[in-house]
């Protein structure tokens, strides 16, 4: 249970949706499909239309017998993302990231990350010109539902095994996405609703009078 015991719905979303991976090690000379290309691309351009896209999900969270399901949104425009995660939630406004802890009713803010260490959120899985340096993709199966896509990651030496998302054909949407990690864990994002919802005064920003109590720690260099 290592994997589960030290991973947040954060954690997860770095890796995903959400972290990078990075190009040490021997690399795959394999080229992506390019129907799964097409797809990708229409599925980039219909959320590229959002004002805002706002996701609510089921989180699940797996290692042998062992089984853990969350649920939350998340709200992103352009680089800008909140995600609210059984109470604990992650909003980057811009210029930092705040990340409240529930369990401890404490605020950590910290720096944003550099671009090669941006977190994998979850409108990155449409940059197919990023996608390609990191993966390879192909269409692993087709039913009247929808597509089965299957990501590798470039790097042999990556903790992650694989990425599969499904798609669904009726709605043109991605309705799940599921991670495939070398330990046996596995995780999957499933898409309970998928909207354009418009940016608010209050979409990026943390009030800490609703919290009565807290904790805040600067963590910023």
């Known amino acids: 249970m290592k994997l589960l015991k030290n ?4 954690g997860f979303l770095l890796l995903i949706v959400l972290t990078t991976y990075g ?3 021997k690399a795959y000379k394999e080229q992506s499909d390019p129907e799964a290309t097409k797809i990708l691309k229409k599925l980039k351009k219909i959320y590229g239309g959002y004002d805002g896209l706002s996701i609510d999900y089921e989180l699940e969270l797996e290692y042998g017998d062992d089984k853990e399901i969350q649920k939350g949104n998340i709200y992103q425009k352009g680089e800008k993302y909140r995600i609210d995660n059984n109470g604990n939630i992650i909003i980057n406004d811009g210029e930092k990231v705040l990340m409240y802890i529930k369990k401890q009713n404490e605020l950590q803010v910290n720096d944003i990350y550099e671009d090669e260490g941006q977190p994998f959120t979850p409108a990155k899985i449409l940059n197919i010109d990023e996608n390609d340096k990191e993966f390879i993709y192909v269409i692993t199966g087709e039913d009247s539902k929808g597509y089965k896509i299957e990501f590798k990651p470039l790097d042999r030496d990556s903790e992650i095994m694989k990425i599969r998302i499904r798609v669904n054909k009726a709605q043109t949407e991605i309705s799940s996405v599921k991670i495939f990690s070398d330990d046996g864990s596995r995780m999957t ?3 309970k609703d998928i909207k354009n919802v418009k940016e608010t005064s ?3 920003n943390f009030d800490k009078s609703q919290y009565p109590g807290i904790r805040e720690i600067d963590l910023r260099d």
């Not at 991973?7 to 954060?10: H, W």
């Open 189 to 191: 994002f499933i898409v």
């Open 23 to 25: 190009q040490e090690g």
């Open 202 to 204: 209050n979409s990026f």
């Open 7 to 10: 991973i947040t719905l954060i």
